[in-house]
């Protein structure tokens, strides 16, 4: 990176101002009648989805026209593979959830430099909790810092799939199912606060649903990987992510990822059945 960088609590604030004026402009359409459709992938998205990520492509570049780009709600420019930051967006985590008036739903933001997230947020308006971190600095919540609350004695609490529900509780797992809210990134950051012991995402999760979270995650201390490849990387021409796994207990790690791998395999895996199904 250029010595003339901006240090990574500058991208941070940059990112939080943005963050919080994105909210601002998402409830204005919250719990009112807003046109929305569906994508070719199934998943909805509504007019709020899109004047938000037009606004912040317009607050976030113009502060930093270096950057490059990668937004659920744009199209893939694939320069943004030649830059050295990137901002990855999704205006709105959680659509379903916005849709129908649920308050779980978030903007997550986040700046990656070279396949790495190096500043987050993921901001929930309407709980009023900003989750934020920089690389290198904490965690923060609401501007003070994110401190997991332990739940002694309680079975741990884990949201999960179906399939992969089963084939916990097959393997011995004692746990708590749920709640699974609607925005995977604040299921995460959850697992940061105490409230879940683990969060778990089946394959197919992209850049923008998880980078803001998984600065926030490292930066308190947690495990958060791919259960196939390790902490996933980020702004590579696919932005797809195999199963995922964040975890506030280490003890969870060997039965959770094991369940996620029977019913989601590995890419590997699943490349060679493919891509060779005779001899």
């Not at 919250?30 to 989805?49: I, L, Q, Y």
């Not at 490849?229 to 980020?234: L, V």
Request: aromatic content about 8%.
């Amino acid at each position: 990176m250029p010595a003339s960088a901006p240090p990574y609590d500058d991208d941070l604030e940059l990112l939080r101002a943005s963050a919080v004026v994105a909210g601002i402009i998402a409830s204005g359409f919250f719990r009112k009648d807003v046109k929305s459709w569906t994508k070719d992938n199934a998943s909805p998205v509504s007019e709020a989805d899109i004047v938000v990520d037009r606004f912040l492509a317009s607050s976030l570049l113009n502060a930093r026209p270096t950057y490059g780009w990668l937004s659920e709600e744009t199209v893939d420019n694939p320069s943004r593979l030649d830059c050295d930051r990137v901002f990855v967006v999704d205006p709105i985590d959680g659509t379903r959830a916005f849709l129908r008036g649920e308050d779980c739903w978030t903007v997550s933001l986040a700046v990656v430099e070279h396949g790495v997230p190096v500043a987050g947020v993921v901001y929930a308006p309407v709980r009023d909790e900003l989750y934020e971190a920089y690389l290198g600095g904490g965690a923060r919540l609401n501007g003070k810092p994110l401190q997991r609350i332990r739940r002694a004695g309680a079975a741990p609490l884990i949201p999960a799939p179906g399939a992969v529900h089963q084939e916990m509780q097959a393997a011995g797992l004692h746990y708590t199912r749920g709640p699974s809210y609607p925005s995977l990134a604040y299921r995460l950051v959850q697992v940061a606060t105490g409230t879940l012991d683990a969060a778990v995402a089946r394959r197919g999760s992209q850049d923008w649903d998880i980078a803001g979270a998984a600065v926030i995650l490292r930066e308190s201390g947690l495990d958060f990987a791919d259960v196939c490849s390790g902490f996933p990387q980020f702004n590579r021409r696919d932005v797809r992510h195999g199963a995922l796994a964040a975890l506030g207990d280490m003890s969870l790690k060997p039965l959770v990822h094991s369940a996620l791998i029977k019913v989601y395999g590995c890419p590997a895996e699943t490349e060679q059945a493919t891509e060779t199904p005779y001899p």
